[in-house]
């Protein structure tokens, strides 16, 4: 049975859902109830964090176990790892994933690294949420997407869910998985509807997601930019090209083998990122297929990403600044050559 | 802020004295053969010797169970021993051995054992502080009786950790003891230059927890101080910043020529005011060790270390494999 609602509902359900199977979780962060100590809210909270997601959860499941943590991302992030490592299951919000400069390294050094700096005998089962995302006019600092971060260090998982089922799939397994896990939540994905399943279910990480097939072309999209090559995929098709469009759903671990097989059967690869291009989750799997498919590659591998430039915050240079299926198709284009792409 | 350079023996039983003396002397008989050993040139890495600040991991842990937690710092081998953790373990560990108490990945710096409440050594500065208060917030969510202790330096009070933690833990009464070895240096810094307070336990004040300042080179004192916070916390009535004037009898590594130092202070520190004899004689004066258990212990004590050391020498180093295993459980 599946159940229409919105990324944002889908976020909501999957943690009651863990809270209710088991008291361990717990779910911390800055105003994720809000209005801590007001006494007409004490109950039903405020906000139910900075977009609302976390909205009534407190109602549900009290203040001992929905904590309003000060601004103080060092002091409580380094706490939920420890919690973590004594017995909880913490689900230690990030408001925006810009903010991990203040506590990069409770994350870095502590989270992701306990489990072999102790020989194997601790376990972090830590889920942070985290907003990402260009495209709302927030500016240089709450508008990145900083996943490749985070993939680039051992011991943390890394999950980027692009839909609302899959949102709802990937955080439960997150919650319940023994490693700490980076799930990030683009902002502009939030008021997006999808089905849903109903009730507990989970996606394993590391399993890739064909969300079409084709012959000519593999697009693979991280995060909200699978809906972009979506979008890029039936305009291809209306010229006569049929890409496979591929959602990692999580980048680490990396579904190799799915790109992998993708690119053997297509011969040609574009990666639509909407980080920054250096040292990113497009680079990463371009160096993958590149390694392990280059002679399966009819074409060079196209990224389409942002610049190398921070977030602009003008609507319309914002608009310039992230991908579009324009951009895609562009790439494409190089990729075969004017002259076919004029001529099918 | 008071300052306690003595207290009473009637809290401290014959059998307390003797885990405390023979922890004492574990902690200087390991860090003393350590330094030796590294200026062998047999140990890889970087070391931090904890020998003249014995008197702050032991009168705290004293007061602790398994199941109480501890954050401790790069500084971290008498933390280690105070809180149980086995000798041999982590002599292993320290030579990089597959025996150690991590399988060789920590070393000196990383060495844990979360079954016996240690959380890791840690080699950021400031890094224990916000984890303290996790632990003591697994304590309060689930509703143990467990305190968490974070053992920090006077550096670290520096540190914004030190602030968020603290305040985090005073709003939310968490069972938690931020206990400050202050050591008069962060690194090859003074404390005076760097800290702008002349007390870390006067922070407490703005945050409206108990502070005290004791001689950590006291370990009556220190036991005395920690009881009473460790009691406060076990009652949900809060954390507290218990501060121990003590000396960092090696320098800030080994290897470090600790220029900064002044001898007049250094040389009393290795004598007179050396926390070891300063028991010994506290302990015989107010008869709750004869001379004959002193020696005992003493001796008790090189055996121990005697077989640590070889068993770390004996021990065979990790197996390759062992690189990428433990990274993930599962990928």
Known sequence: MTVKMSYSDAINDAIRIAMRKDENVILMGEDVAGGAEVDHLQDEGAWGGVFGVTKGIVEEFGRDRVIDTPIAEAGYMGAAVSAAATGLRPISELMFNDFIGSCLDEVMNQAAKFHYMFGGKAKVPLTIRTIDGAGFNAAAQHSQSLYALFTHIPGLKVVVPSNPYDMKGLLLSAIFDDDPVVVFEDKTLYGVKGQVGEGFYTIPFGKAEIKRAGKDLTIVGIGKQVNTALKAADQLARKGFEAEVIDPRTLSPLDEDTIINSVKKTGRLIIVDEAYPRCSAATDIAAIVGDKAFDYLDAPIKRVTAPHSPVPFSPPLEKLYLPNPEKIINAFQSMVGDKVFTTV | ?331
């Open chain 2, 1 to 331: 802020m008071q300052t306690e350079t003595k207290a009473s023996a009637k809290d401290m039983t014959v059998e307390k004295a003797k885990w405390i003396y023979q922890k004492m002397q574990e902690i200087r008989q390991f860090e003393t053969s350590v330094h030796d050993i590294f200026e062998k040139g047999e140990i890889p890495g970087f070391v931090h010797l904890y020998a003249g600040e014995e008197a702050v991991a032991v009168g705290v842990c004293a007061h602790l169970t398994d199941n109480d937690n501890i954050t401790s710092t790069h500084r971290g081998h008498g933390h280690c021993i105070a809180k149980g953790c086995d000798l041999d373990g982590m002599m292993a560990e320290i030579f990089g051995r597959s025996t150690g108490l991590c399988k060789g990945k920590g070393g000196s710096m990383h060495i844990a054992d979360v079954s016996k409440g240690m959380l890791g050594a840690n080699g950021i500065v400031g890094a224990g502080l916000p984890l303290a208060i996790g632990a003591g917030l697994t304590a309060k969510v689930k509703k143990t009786k467990n305190v968490a202790v974070c053992f920090f330096g006077d550096g670290a009070s520096n540190h914004g950790t030190f602030h968020e933690a603290v305040n985090m833990a005073a709003i939310w009464k968490l069972p938690v003891i931020f206990v400050c070895e202050n050591n008069g240096f962060g690194e090859a810094s003074t404390f005076d230059y760097a800290a702008a307070t002349d007390h870390v336990a006067d922070y407490a004040k703005a945050y409206k927890i108990v502070g005290k300042t004791v001689d950590g080179r006291d370990v009556q004192a220190v036991y005395d101080a920690a009881g009473k916070a460790v009691q406060r916390a076990r009652n949900g009535e809060g954390p507290t910043i218990l501060e121990c004037k003590t000396y960092r009898d090696y320098g800030h590594f080994e290897g470090d020529t600790q220029t900064y130092k002044d001898k007049d202070v250094q040389e009393r520190a290795l004598h007179e005011d050396d926390p070891i004899l300063r028991f010994q004689k506290y302990a015989k004066d107010s008869q709750l060790l004869t001379e004959d258990e002193i020696t005992a212990i003493d001796d008790k004590v090189k055996a121990e270390i005697e077989h640590a050391i070889k068993f770390a020498e004996d021990s065979p180093f990790p197996d390759a494999s062992q690189v990428t295993t433990d990274v993930y459980i599962n990928y």
